[in-house]
């Protein structure tokens, strides 16, 4: 898998790009939503020192992103979360937050795309769905 940097250019916004290719990020043409997802599993170290109470300390932390939108044909994004689940690889994701004190704080990781998904009704839009599974930090890190 190759190297997929990202760079310091930041724009006040809410949304997700994506690396394309060589080092390019597009914005997700469409995107309306975006939810991310941290989570972390507790492991059980209870004694029988614990007088009955249970003791945890903290397992494997795990993301997970989900984003939605119209479905724009031509947009380079949607090809790439097409062929990265089609070739086995991982997409590349950057979040740009809007901070009170007028700053952009940026996460990104690389993760894999469990789901892209389509809906297209009568008299309604095209719309997209992408469920990304994280591998490894989403913070201020390069891509694995």
């Given at each position: 898998?190759?190297?997929?940097?990202?760079?310091e250019e930041r724009v006040a916004s809410r949304f997700v790009r994506i690396l394309v290719?060589?080092?390019?990020?597009?914005?997700?043409?469409?995107?309306?939503?975006?939810?991310?997802?941290?989570?972390?599993?507790?492991?059980?170290?209870?004694t029988k020192d614990d007088q009955g109470f249970s003791s945890f300390i903290y397992g494997?932390?795990?993301?997970?992103?989900?984003?939605?939108?119209?479905?724009?044909?031509?947009?380079?994004?949607?090809?790439?979360?097409?062929?990265?689940?089609?070739?086995?690889?991982?997409?590349?994701?950057?979040?740009?937050?809007?901070?009170?004190?007028?700053?952009?704080?940026?996460?990104?990781?690389?993760?894999?795309?469990?789901?892209?998904?389509?809906?297209?009704?009568?008299?309604?839009?095209?719309?997209?769905?992408?469920?990304?599974?994280?591998?490894?930090?989403?913070?201020?890190?390069?891509?694995?």
């Amino acid at each position: 898998m190759a190297d997929c940097p990202i760079g310091e250019e930041r724009v006040a916004s809410r949304f997700v790009r994506i690396l394309v290719e060589d080092g390019v990020k597009v914005y997700v043409a469409g995107q309306e939503n975006i939810s991310v997802n941290r989570s972390a599993g507790a492991t059980d170290v209870t004694t029988k020192d614990d007088q009955g109470f249970s003791s945890f300390i903290y397992g494997n932390k795990s993301w997970t992103a989900s984003l939605d939108g119209v479905f724009i044909y031509d947009d380079a994004t949607i090809r790439v979360f097409i062929d990265a689940q089609n070739a086995d690889r991982h997409v590349c994701v950057q979040r740009e937050i809007d901070n009170p004190d007028g700053t952009v704080r940026t996460e990104e990781g690389c993760a894999v795309v469990t789901a892209f998904n389509e809906t297209a009704s009568l008299g309604d839009s095209h719309r997209f769905s992408v469920e990304l599974q994280g591998s490894g930090r989403f913070e201020n890190v390069p891509c694995i």
